[in-house]
């Protein structure tokens, strides 16, 4: 659905319309591309946290541990930089070209999944041969899966 750094670009849009909790932000997404996607929690989440490292987002916490994203005037700049791209991007959201052609969007959705939780498992700490292992062996046994399905 996304090229690498599309999804960062998207959510800073979203950002800059107005602040959004993340599932807003997921909820938008799923409107723009007319129901026939839905990013994960696994994607839009660390998307958030991310910009949040960066500068370009700033997270008020509210009630219930709900998290308010407001897009910083970091994000606003970095955002501006890349405006072609980000007109593009959603260009093809709207015009459903990202729906026609491609994997079905509920594949796509597990590929971002499956790539996210590799990311999230691995970040921040030296990785070792047990844990690297492991994770091999699952990625392998799922794309085993796949080939027999």
Same mark, same amino acid.
Request: net charge negative.
């Given at each position: 659905?996304?090229?690498?750094?599309?999804?960062?670009?998207?959510?800073?849009?979203?950002?800059?319309?107005?602040?959004?909790?993340?599932?807003? /932000?997921?909820?938008? @997404? !799923?409107?723009?591309?007319?129901?026939?996607?839905? $990013?994960? +929690?696994? %994607? =839009?989440?660390?998307?958030?946290?991310?910009?949040?490292?960066?500068?370009?987002?700033?997270?008020?916490?509210?009630?219930?541990?709900?998290?308010?994203?407001?897009?910083?005037?970091?994000?606003?700049?970095?955002?501006?930089?890349?405006?072609?791209?980000?007109?593009? /991007?959603?260009?093809? @959201? !709207?015009?459903?070209?990202?729906?026609?052609?491609? $994997?079905? +969007?509920? %594949? =796509?959705?597990?590929?971002?999944?499956?790539?996210?939780?590799?990311?999230?498992?691995?970040?921040?700490?030296?990785?070792?041969?047990?844990?690297?292992?492991?994770?091999?062996?699952?990625?392998?046994?799922?794309?085993?899966?796949?080939?027999?399905?």
């Amino acid at each position: 659905m996304f090229d690498n750094g599309d999804l960062r670009l998207v959510v800073m849009q979203l950002l800059s319309e107005r602040p959004r909790h993340g599932y807003e /932000i997921i909820k938008a @997404l !799923e409107e723009r591309v007319g129901g026939g996607y839905s $990013p994960s +929690p696994g %994607v =839009v989440y660390p998307t958030l946290t991310l910009l949040e490292e960066l500068g370009h987002a700033s997270v008020t916490d509210e009630r219930a541990g709900r998290r308010l994203y407001t897009l910083t005037p970091d994000g606003l700049t970095a955002l501006a930089v890349s405006q072609t791209a980000v007109d593009a /991007i959603f260009a093809r @959201l !709207e015009s459903g070209a990202a729906s026609r052609g491609g $994997p079905p +969007p509920q %594949v =796509v959705r597990a590929m971002e999944n499956l790539a996210a939780a590799v990311r999230l498992r691995l970040q921040g700490q030296p990785a070792g041969e047990t844990q690297i292992h492991a994770i091999t062996a699952a990625i392998d046994a799922a794309a085993r899966a796949v080939e027999e399905s």
